[in-house]
């Protein structure tokens, strides 16, 4: 449970509980389509959905309720969803996140912001042991009143940092060591697309070049050119215009491939699983199979697997003050003591299936490196529809 309380037009506001379970298998299913269908490319006519128990209430701004239903069933959403009629739409949302982050007022103070759809407003983190000048205040009070969309402020604490499996030969998996150029190491998340595809974090990429190596196992020379990278969603800034999050799609070359399947479990471990399919969580879902896979072991910070219970917030800017860097669209994973750790970065956040295999959800970006009594371990990672929108193309599935 969040219990920091904010400044919402001039009173005080709790945060809202943590939701019960509820379905989350058909709760995935139906944000998923909602996402690809309706909400990525038409955000002027929603307000976003977020998890109420088992259901998954979707707002809509430009219809009716009745009207957005008949909406909801033509792409296939029949049951398990609540429609409410709002007044604040995803786009709007988004352009009040993009002026508060950018506002040099609060530039210094603030390290996120984003929509919470519940309460169709937009929360603003502000940073540990900063308290806002009056005048920062006026300007969140300013860019409320003038865009009609309510803002509030809690105190976030710890201070995102942007944050490897070891060694992997073609064809490549999930959850493995990578290196772009001569720099730190970040991981894969999920192959894309064909057999040649691989998806991984753009800060990554953007701290070093164009070719991708794997490092010589113990060492720290950098061995083979294993690829190229193709596509990225952001520079040494951060998010680049009209696209989304911090992902960046390389190819792998000289005839080596990647392959549908991501490491799991802890450490070195050998395990993998096959990625089925693709999913999306929304905000308030909550359930014990959403776990990461990453590298970082290899740099001694992490386990490279952690097991998050909570998506809090969706659709987030987040400042990175160590690389300067911002970075939008992300979402927050939370778990009570477990962060991800540096060389993490890029890879894979999934769900597990009953039946076996795993959902792909999302690229690891970074984490606040909370958790413990006084805080939730936040964890961010753009989700993987982004790629599909911005990119093209699919997960590669086995």
């Known amino acids: 449970m969040w219990l920091a309380r904010g400044c919402q037009l001039g009173r005080w506001v709790r945060r809202p509980s943590l939701p019960g379970a509820g379905s989350p298998a058909k709760v995935a299913t139906n944000y998923r389509r909602m996402q690809d269908k309706l ?11 977020y998890v109420d128990g088992d259901t998954l209430v979707v707002n809509t701004v430009r219809r009716s309720p009745v009207r957005a239903a008949k909406v909801l ?53 502000v940073r540990d042991g900063v308290s806002l000048t009056r005048a920062a205040k006026a300007r969140l009070k300013t860019i409320a009143a003038r865009s009609g969309v309510p ?73 083979k050119q294993i690829g190229k ?46 990625v089925k399919d693709r999913t999306s969580l929304p905000e308030g879902w909550k ?30 800017t987040i400042y990175f003050r160590d690389t300067k860097a911002t970075v939008a669209n992300l979402t927050v994973a939370e778990h009570s003591s477990a962060c991800i750790g540096k060389g993490d970065s890029g890879g894979a956040f999934y769900l597990t299936r009953p039946s076996g295999g795993v959902r792909a959800v999302g690229v690891i970006s970074g984490t606040n490196n909370g958790g ?12 993987l529809e982004y790629v599909a929108s911005d990119f093209g193309g699919a997960v590669k599935k086995e």
């Open 73 to 125: 069933r033509k792409i296939g959403v029949t049951r398990g969803v609540t429609i409410r009629k709002v007044d604040v739409s995803m786009a709007q949302h988004d352009t009040v996140t993009a002026d508060v982050m950018s506002d040099p007022l609060l530039r210094g103070s603030v390290v996120a912001a984003g929509p919470e759809y519940r309460n169709s407003q937009v929360v603003v983190g």
């Open 151 to 223: 803002t509030t402020t809690y105190n976030h604490r710890g201070d995102p940092v942007l944050t490897n499996r070891y060694w992997d030969t073609s064809p490549y998996n999930g959850g493995d060591n990578v290196n772009f150029g001569p720099g730190g190491g970040c991981s894969n998340a999920f192959a894309w697309k064909g057999g040649q595809y691989m998806v991984s974090a753009a800060h990554c990429y953007t701290r070093s070049g164009l070719r991708v190596f794997r490092y010589k196992t113990g060492t720290k020379s950098v061995g």
């Open 229 to 274: 990278v193709l596509w990225s969603s952001a520079n040494a800034s951060g998010t680049t215009a009209d696209r989304h999050g911090d992902v960046v799609v390389w190819k792998a070359t000289g005839g080596l491939k990647t392959v549908g399947r991501i490491y799991t479990g802890t450490g070195n471990a050998t395990a993998k699983s096959a």
């Open 372 to 383: 413990g009594s006084w805080t939730n371990c936040r964890n961010y990672y753009t989700p």
């Open 287 to 316: 359930g014990p199979n959403l776990y990461t896979s990453g590298a970082g072991p290899f740099y001694g910070n992490g386990s490279g697997q952690i097991n998050p219970d909570w998506i809090s917030l969706v659709n987030q």
């Open 39 to 49: 909400f990525i490319p038409h955000p002027e006519e929603w307000g976003g959905a």
